[in-house]
């Protein structure tokens, strides 16, 4: 039940919106929206300006002075700064749409001086979902917009703080390409995750020591399916940007964002690994149930097809027929009739054992038992 | 049974169609067509006029006076006056055709002084069933034929007189786009329903504390197909608007219609979603169903298996073997002999047991109430 | 086995053929071939000749002094008067063999001065199987090779004499569409029908009134899929005649063609949606099936439960075991000895029943009953 | 055990190769290499030429001196021959490598003065596996390598001696079409006996006569995939010969291909209308044999359920208490008491019964009996 | 647990990776990395020089004086030197990335002045996993990174040093193709290992002698799909080579090329077979594992059925009724009585035995012993 609360808020945001016949470019601020603050960080080779709360008109000032500057917008609660300092970047009022209703797929839109991209950030905090970053890059200027900060993008503002490597030498693009990667490197620790739960459970229902809940893997399945799909489309839109003729990005950057391309191919792989995976545990785990199931039967008619011969001779002499008469049940007078009957009993059921040693019945459990030892054997 | 007469009832328009080999262009009025009303509305952007119910020679003067006229025609019953009426315009045979015929499939044509369209509004009536409506585009007029009111493209009709937003100073093709727009976004809120329906499925499966209706869920992943294959003809009908040479949508426009598109691949995205939820929920409904075959079949067996040797014993102390001979049940003059029997049965039983034990049997069904506790726990 | 036999006799056409290594163009007349009939209708906008049995001479005749001769071929056994036939109209002896060879699959193919089309009729004879019919369209004849009569074919032979719509007043190309449109508004009513037998075959398995027969919906789901893969080649080939520059058909046409092609398509969705449903249909019954299972299972188990434990009881003060110790079941001379066994049994039995309740195991079975009792309330 | 290791035989050819690092063009001898002859048969309008047993000069002077020369290498076993006839005929190395190594896939490469087509002949041995034929075709030359003889391609070879058809009026092109069509028109009977094996199945699977072999099935299905799946090849094949610029084949010759181009996909439409039926045996199977589970545990529990309450009370009233206290199972004393207890069982038995008939247990077996019954109606 | 183990530490190169975030190019040594050595081979047709352990000043020596120099640089530990020497030699740093980082794609990238090929080697240590190498193709040079020996890349350097085959007389690319094609001829021996340890798997399913291993099957299903996968990616990556207007291989090398393509298409479509036939299996295996159950349900239940209704007499006849009375069993002191009786039950049995046989519930298990049979049969 908390789960499924859970998604319904996750979901509250896709249909959080105007409703159908509104006039387009209609926002309306998102529910889990956090206040909005303006960080700015300016730098040319030589020099570097950063501000954690700055103001429109000083973005003004920067644009002019320096070569790149990086406003990162953080918090979408104030919808009204956000569409004042669209307005004064020249921003189309779909993009202000698109930055504030929380999208669902990554894509790539080019304007005539500016182009935008929203990427998604995976989230680290056991709810598994993805937030939305919007990247907005012109000639002098890259804007991004996000709810929430982001660890691995406040590395990339230290690394241009102190000169780490060459990204104060570069201009926009490659700070676009550097925030754009950092975010597909994010899905890596998330798949190792995946990974490491699928493990655990195909521990569980091999070894079949503990109880296994079909239920998690079905959403693991879900959730890597989800990754999935959502890495795809970034999939999509890098190559988008090292293809179209109206990209922004230059030469010298494709083949930087060569690299970032195939790093997504790389997780795409080992989801799509993850998903065989998971769709094999759910077989097996089918399979080993209908074993399992056959094992209990096979036990039922053991212990069935043993006694009831058996109980059938002591209901026989168990009979109250007069013996008077010398055609009724002459054995129950016989000196040796009780263990004649023991005998008779021990045949049925010896007879029957060995018809069940014939159909292999008492052999272990192969789907459980003998497959841990081939592991051991193997390991 | 009810059902299947509404789904017939619903299927009696496609095969409510002239016979094979008649004339192309023949037309039948729909079974269920309400009463034609001519609604109109023309715009400048300084001026306004609206009529609920115009007539033909109010059209044509209309067409020449303002810069954007649309006529609305409300309920297809009335198959002379828009045949007459399409006469006057100058629609193709085939266009009044696909206009009265109620076609499956979303689809642009382009004729020579005006575009044809077709896009389906999902209906809200609890048949989930969708109803076409006809735009037809040209220099200066939209013509939208519709069978009944939609409320949402009323919306429309208030943002024109009321000025609202840019819609009065644009001109056919945003109006266009307007109406398309809105038919796109009636779908979110059919999505949100199967998702909220899904969720209550899913609790239902899980908790299995009420009887769950597989035949909903069969049911529920029909009419989830059925939108997504609708709404991905519709997401066809938008691509082929923005990038065919003969389409009559403006540069500016498809800008807008990029928007449009992406709201269409949210929702197929979270339509494939459902999907994948719906197959999820029905391979969960049959694991469980053969988890608690399971049980049963366990519960059975451990209750046979302990009874079934005690029994046995219960018979061989019933037997009546003369007690005459030394060899026939000397037990049964033990002065113990009575509870020796009942030390015999509680050792079968409690060996039993013990190989229930070993075997896991007794473990709580994991695929129930553990996965129950696990979600409060992680809630 | 009668079906199978029919099957047969099917295939047999399509491997009634010459011998591997023979050389192309020989050709054997089909098995169930019926006599060679040469129908002739000549017409220009304002004159028209009919004849039902016309010879080659006619032909000859017609085609120098009409606009439009359509020369229809009913019956395929007299070989070699087609073989004449085709050499006095310049037809290729590949042609020839594609018109007398039954060929599974709808194609289109131009030569120097025809185009040969071929496109199936489904036949309402029961056995739901399709029949071929050859079209060769030339610039002033149509002549078109089937091997019975079909009915809808004559409907436009009609509209022709009797002048009916625009017919009269086109040329070959648009002949040959009419044909093309009524053979594919032919799928129509066969889509109508399997639509009913589903509906027939669901409404058995879910109120499980009657046993299903699970073949029968394999075998329609088979029929639907043929006629589908049929129908789908259809649409390839009406594709193909309105976008090969080799095509004959005109712009003009190909507005009507674009019209049959949307019936195509509707048609194929449609079948589309049947195939959906026939595996839903195979699921459920498959999933009902197994909860069937599960409610006979549960049924043993209680019944088993319930006097399993009672018997036990009754064996146990049904054993022989000397009074004369007062260790020897002591019970037997109590006063309530018998009542004191009733109610050892009967606590037994409530106990074991308390256990079934809590397990929900006497709710009425969901799948069957509940969903009846749904199906009423929402219909 | 003997089929699989038929099968590894079969696959050592694949696996009897260079090891990995090796010179390209290294060749091996396949393990089943017949002895190496050159049947030679050249040919012009006017003259033929044939030979069983030809030597590489008779090549050389004939390639001069006839319009056409057909030289088909019968066994692989002379690689060194081989080697140094297709020096002589200067073929390059890597050609030589393709027609001694049997090559698991039908292709066409494009040398500077021949082209290279493998093709497959299906095999009627009953093994149902292919052979590989090369086809070298150049200006005045066709060169066809085959392991054993095959009866259709002598077809084309006594056609060309005995003039029959046009075949010696045409060049190279038309022989290589020829051979390639006599090949795929193999294809037929190998899909028509797949066609009766699985009506066969078919059959004992309904009716249930006969015990049914799955893993037949398995095997039919798993063969007409391959089959499928090496036809497709062929189809790539053909469409690459009349497509591709490089291709030696003429324009005229293409109308002859498309010819055979259909025929390869009427046999595909075939082979993919037996996938579909083969898969719908096996699900039929399953489907059926749950039933059969179904009804023998139904036989069960009626007869269980009908008796162990009678038993309950026979044991009932076996119990040994003591008469003497009149509450100790006074019925025992009762003059009606064995009526009493007869009656109460029947009353036990006949109410379980009526359970059972309201529940509809007692119906004929729905999947078995019935059908065979509609079967016999319909037919 | 101990495979599992082994997984995690082969994934952990993959997720040994610099933090997102981190400067593009950033490298770490990988985990399992063995030292580094340089060997070198420089060859002119008539010179060849080699060295163990070459050093940098030496490789640039080598360079300016043979027409190919090939440097393989055998371990990846020594990650400065790696650097040095891809700086001399003009590498981009994101190349040395890809060469340290070991990637899990296969992939080829085109530098100004050199271009990156990856390619993976399937090991044969059990593990069954691959070891990627990077193979630098430049005008004069062959650099090859690897992190252990293999081979069949030394027989290559033997056929350079003996002056085997052609290799000595062409230039880099044939090298670079040299090396591709060993690479891809080692994945025959790793398919016909997967091919032999199905057959084996498929005999313990048929004959099933001995208890399966599902687990295993799954765990070569998916290690099948790893290797086709990772081919399919070879496949595209020739594919380029030949295609790519970038690429470095000339039209005659192209011809080699496309041999190699045709051996990867092999090995694919053999693999393709595997995957298929693992399906299979599975499958069989499913189904055998239902008919086992059944068998075992259809024994438990004759044995039931057989003695239920005679224990029943037993009991009945056991009953302690007071004989006082006529109307009390009168049976039991009959002369015949107990002949009666048994008599009563052998009609019991015998009938429901009837019925058994007439379900032909006696026939032989048709899906273990008969097919083992056919298969012997048909052997």
């Known amino acids: 039940m908390a789960k499924n609360l859970k998604r319904r808020s996750l979901r509250r945001n896709l249909f959080h919106r105007p409703p159908p016949g509104s006039s387009p470019g209609t926002v309306i601020p998102p529910l889990n929206a956090a206040p909005t603050t303006l960080k700015l960080l300016a730098y040319s080779p030589d020099e570097v300006f950063g501000a954690e709360h700055g103001d429109l008109p000083q973005v003004k000032k920067l644009l002019d002075s320096y070569q790149v500057t990086w406003i990162s917008v953080v918090g979408l609660q104030d ?3 956000i569409q004042k300092f669209c307005t004064q970047m020249g921003f189309h009022r779909l993009t202000v749409e698109d930055i504030i209703n929380q999208n669902e797929r990554p894509k790539v839109e080019h304007y005539d001086n500016y182009s935008y991209i929203s990427v998604h950030v995976p989230k680290h905090d056991g709810r598994s979902e993805s937030e939305m970053i919007s990247i907005l ?16 993008l406040e590395a990339i503002r230290n690394r241009i703080q102190k000169k780490v490597g060459q990204i104060r030498f570069k201009n926009c693009e490659y700070l676009c390409y550097a925030i754009i990667d950092a975010v597909i490197d994010m899905y890596f620790p998330i798949a190792e995750h995946y990974a ?22 079905y959403n693991m399945r879900s959730r890597i399916n989800y990754f999935h799909r959502i890495l795809w489309s970034h999939k999509e839109l890098i190559n988008q940007l090292m293809r179209d003729p109206e990209s922004p990005m230059s030469e010298e950057i494709c ?3 060569r690299d970032c391309f195939d790093h997504t191919i790389q997780i795409l792989d080992f989801l799509d690994n993850l998903k065989d995976n998971s769709k094999t545990l759910i077989d097996l785990h089918l399979s080993l149930q209908s074993h399992r199931s056959n094992e209990i039967i096979k036990f039922l008619t053991i212990i069935t097809a043993t006694f009831i011969p058996m109980t059938f001779v002591t209901g026989l002499y168990g009979m109250n027929f007069h013996q008077s008469s010398p055609w009724n049940m002459p054995e129950l007078s016989w000196t040796y009739g009780y263990p004649f009957a023991l005998i008779l009993m021990a045949c049925a059921a010896s007879s029957l054992w060995l018809y069940f040693y014939k159909q292999n019945w008492f052999s272990i459990s192969p789907a459980t038992k003998r497959e841990l030892e081939q592991e051991k054997d193997k390991g």
Chains 1, 2, 3, 4, 5 share one sequence.
């Open 137 to 152: 890059i012109g000639d002098h200027f890259v804007v991004s917009f996000q709810n929430t900060l982001v660890d691995y």
């Open 79 to 81: 919808v009204e700064l």
């Open 255 to 257: 083949v930087y964002l």
């Open 196 to 217: 490491q739960l699928l493990d655990v459970a195909e521990e569980d229902i091999i070894h079949g020591l503990k109880p296994v809940a079909v239920l998690e893997i």
